[in-house]
């Protein structure tokens, strides 16, 4: 079944995982089932339920409608209705689903709360990664929007890419690089069979040796249908490296060609990225293609010991970057030219007469957009009879663009070092290029 994060599937399904969004800053994370567990069976006759603060939602009103919905609270019944009234269910589902248009800002920013158990609603919306880093349960620091979208365009994560990750921490940078290398088609999941060749391409191998924090991103990648694409391996990669090893011991290559490293000694990792390989142990990287990396770290001497480990193992192009990532209000803004500008000292204008002839041009450009019925508004005679402008007309009309910058800014993350390990040069392809290019000798 195709995960919810990936394909453009329109209904939401059974088993999905889905985001109600509460408010402009909350949602709150489900996953979509009307099979109810013995251990989560509060005795609800609807099923399975998630309560909010908005009301209760029964999962039967949230599977098999339009991502996006606007989904109305139910009433819910702790048992004295008996089970399997389908009908009744049915009507239910169909009463919950608002055609209504969309509701005004106040109702989404939270104000109409279920004052009654049924008054609220929720939207049931389609996960991204980038919603999910937003709402997941943090079990280490994350890698957040705007450092991983960049990492994964420098490392060329794209359909069919090969991605090694390490730790997986909170899965946070896992779900964006699944829905980055995802190729469309899942192959057979990566299982490291014995003397089998695995499919590699669009995977994502991502290691932990956390024990706790690896189940949990394993059980995850499970319940948002997400293992078909991503092999969680339990790993001490400073010691044990990147391979996929069978339990008869054998090493398999993930054969990667792009990498993240969010470890806090990303250089002890570097020695199991090379391009060597001994009979038993193939290189962990794609032998026909560069290999991308990035390492993320939050201090300078961790870059420097990262740095000088590249440079001995023959790494390139390496480049430091800090993502500051700040969001910018533009608006347009008044310069000058206002009416009451026109009677005392216009600190723009300077010049009256300029400035008349100016706001006779505007004049002429309102009169015109007026009969063509667009902005800006209608201009009037004052009791002097002269023409005014209300403030908006004219800053519509002559208004620049401007900015500003967050006041709050969100400053360093950690810094990214990027490099990329060129295609192994052998003696063979030198001999065939200079049979090619005869100059060259
Ligand atoms: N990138 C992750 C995310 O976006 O959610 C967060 C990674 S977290 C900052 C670092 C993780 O690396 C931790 O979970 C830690 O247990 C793991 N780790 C540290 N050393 C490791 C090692 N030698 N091998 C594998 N994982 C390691």
Known sequence: MQSSFLGSRVTTRQGDLALLHLSRDQQLPVQLSTIV?????????????????????????????????????????????????????RKRKADAISTDSPPDEAETSGLKQATAATSGFIHVLKPTPESWTTSLPHRTQVVYTPDYSYILHRIRARPGSTLIEAGSGSGSFTHAAARAVFAGVVEQ??????????????????????ADRHQKVKKEMVEHQLDAVVTATHRDVYKDGFWLSTDSG?????????????LPAPWEALQHLTREE?????????????VHICTFSPCIEQVQKTISEMR?????????????????????????????????????????????????????????????????????????????YSAAQVYWDEGRLIHHSESDLKTHTSYLLFAVLPLEWSEEDDAQVRAAMPQLT
């Open 189 to 210: 999941n990566a299982s490291a069979d014995v003397g089998k060749e695995i499919p590699t391409k669009g995977k994502v191998f991502t290691f932990e040796f956390h």
């Open 278 to 290: 001994d009979a038993d142990k193939p290189s962990a990287l794609d032998a026909t293609s560069p």
């Open 37 to 89: 567990s013995k251990a989560e069976d509060k005795g609800y006759a609807e099923g399975v339920v998630t309560n909010t603060r908005f009301g209760s939602f029964p999962h039967s009103t949230l599977i098999g409608i339009p991502w996006g919905s606007q989904v109305l609270a139910s009433k819910v019944d702790t048992g004295s209705r008996g089970r399997g009234d389908r009908n009744q269910h």
């Open 312 to 388: 001995r193992q023959g790494w390139v192009e390496i480049d430091m970057v800090e993502i500051q990532h700040r969001r910018i209000e533009v608006k347009r803004e008044y310069i000058g030219y206002r009416y009451e500008g026109m009677r005392g000292a216009d600190p723009v204008a300077g010049n009256v007469d300029e400035a008349l002839a100016r706001l006779h041009q505007v004049e002429e450009r309102a009169r015109e957009q007026q009969t063509q019925g667009s902005q800006p508004a209608k201009a009037k005679k004052d009791t002097q009879g002269s023409t005014q």
């Open 250 to 262: 054998q090493y398999l290559s993930p054969k990667a060609n792009a990498v993240f490293l969010d």
